[in-house]
């Protein structure tokens, strides 16, 4: 499933956190993946998703998200932790 089931585990956890003042965002660098479907289950305006045109590698990825997150504090969660 191409971690479509960890993450919908792993965002339901944290959407379990009532408050407003969170975001979360994933970057898929697989655009052939079905995380998309995913995210579109939760039907959350805190939950953001974006996909790269090609696989650029796990460390462009993760240089992306930085530039995607718009809060004061930051937390990072990479598919195989």
Do not use: A, H
Request: with cysteine; hydrophobic share 25%.
């Amino acid at each position: 499933m191409g971690g479509g089931d960890r993450l919908n585990k792993g965002i339901q956890r944290v959407l379990s956190y009532k408050g407003d003042d969170i975001e979360i965002i994933v970057s898929d660098n697989d655009k052939s993946s079905d995380l998309g479907s995913v995210i579109d289950d939760f039907c959350d305006t805190r939950v953001k998703y974006y996909t790269n045109e090609q696989n650029y590698g796990p460390f462009y990825n993760w240089i992306k998200v930085l530039t995607y997150g718009t809060g004061k504090y930051l937390m990072t969660l990479n598919d195989n932790d």
